[in-house]
């Protein structure tokens, strides 16, 4: 019990003090960031001076690892509101929000770390392979501080539409994106495939588009993308010529309006994945999939052959894609190729699907498909006018079928279903 007590008589070696920790006036700043850039320059390695004064440049955090869409990576501007310039500090240490939460300003010592221009992004780190790492977590606390101030309200740039927001002097900083919304070929999916990071595209009305990047290890990534459109909220990267947006969370999503239809496409698919379809087999074995080789790829692919040609049945259907009231006129497209000998693929559509292929009143679409057996000579569909699904849903089917005798081979992409 002595033991016990000679142990507990002072609880403070728990939490290590504040003041050393996490913040600290021991730096003076005396670089900004656009100082930082300057004389990295356009090196991917920049070792500045180990040796000499102090060199702090300051900032204030705008990204967050709390919800784990962010990595071992910190965000910062150089002012709270209108910055000029952002950069992003590689750290290898996780939960950088308790240290760092959004809206605190932090200083970096910039003595013997490393600077880039890695991939179109200013990042400032340790070394890894030649290139700008992560700083040792035993290095953290020598070089990044947090200053002993008050966290502040970070306000964003605000852009109407995506168009403006994409200047290099905007990498790093929050920003918010007004009048845009996932793409019609993004509805049905979650923020994050399963198994890696993913990018899904925003657009805005003039149809200029930006990807929203989402780690798979998002608290978010398995939620579905919202529908509406409205504004969105993140830190712009880049990724050589690609734009990329990050969120933090999705209380960064805010589309509190209806969707808006760019070039009038209501819903468009080019088939990375079959979330907005259901898959029937009515007959045989084998089914639709999507196909991840061949020109173009990725696409809707089905073949009854597989050691040999199958009796097939197979029903691929889109989900209810909603037309306007107030269109004048509706259609749809899509693109064929086809392979091999066989029963050419039946396209149909509907506005009133039991969930039943079989007991559906379908409607034959009279559309082009691909006549040549052969792979990469792609058909147009042609526009099929679907006028009378206007003001209720439209369901879209392809159907395929095989025989022990013949088996072609059928690739649907790109479809699209617009409105005036």
């Given at each position: ?151 502040v309200t970070v306000v964003p740039r605000v852009f109407n539409g995506i168009a403006a927001a994409l200047s290099n002097n905007y990498i790093n900083t929050l920003v918010t994106l007004e ?107 084998l089914g639709w999939e999507i196909r991840n080789f061949g020109n173009p790829a990725p696409c809707a692919y089905m073949s009854g052959y597989s050691n040999g040609n199958q009796a097939n ?108």
């Open positions: 019990m002595l033991v016990l007590n000679s142990c507990v008589k002072d609880d403070d070696y728990a939490t290590p003090p504040f003041e050393e920790y996490i913040c600290s006036e021991a730096w003076t700043t005396n670089r900004t960031i656009s100082d930082v850039i300057a004389e990295i320059g356009n090196s991917t390695l920049y070792t500045f001076p180990a040796e000499g004064e102090d060199q702090v440049v300051e900032g204030y955090v705008v990204s967050s690892d709390e919800t784990g869409n962010f990595y071992k990576t910190i965000s910062i501007q150089d002012s709270r509101e209108n910055p000029t310039r952002g950069i992003q500090i590689e750290l290898n240490k996780t939960n950088l929000f308790n240290s760092y939460p959004v809206g605190s300003k932090i200083r970096v010592r910039l003595n013997g770390l490393n600077g880039g221009l890695v991939n179109g992004v200013y990042k400032i780190g340790g070394t890894y392979q030649g290139g700008v790492g992560q700083l040792a977590e035993n290095l953290v606390n020598e070089h990044v501080k947090r200053a002993c101030e008050d966290d009048g845009v919304q996932f793409k019609a070929s993004e509805m049905g999916n979650t923020y994050s495939e399963a198994n890696a990071t993913t990018n899904r595209s925003l657009q805005d009305a003039n149809g200029v588009e930006i990807i929203l990047r989402t780690s798979n290890y998002a608290d978010f990534a398995g939620d579905l993308l919202p529908d509406g459109s409205g504004k969105i909220t993140g830190v712009l990267s880049k990724y050589n010529n690609t734009w990329q947006f990050y969120i933090r969370d999705t209380d960064d999503v805010v589309f509190d309006q209806p969707r808006f239809y760019p070039g009038g496409v209501i819903f468009e698919d080019g088939f990375s994945n079959l979330n907005n379809w259901t898959a029937y087999s009515i007959t045989g074995a049945e197979d029903w691929l259907v889109s989900k209810a894609i909603e037309i306007p009231a107030g269109a004048t006129s509706a259609s749809f497209s899509f693109e064929t190729d086809r392979g091999y000998n066989g029963n050419a693929l039946e396209v149909f559509y509907t506005t009133d699907f039991t969930g039943d292929v079989t007991t559906t009143n379908w409607t034959v679409a009279n559309a082009l498909l691909d006549t040549q057996n052969d792979w990469g000579t792609w058909t147009n569909s042609g526009e099929i006018n679907v006028n009378a699904a206007i003001g209720g849903n439209l369901f879209i089917a392809f159907k395929y079928t095989s025989t022990t005798s013949a088996a072609a081979t059928w690739e649907v992409d790109n479809v699209k279903v617009s409105v005036n």
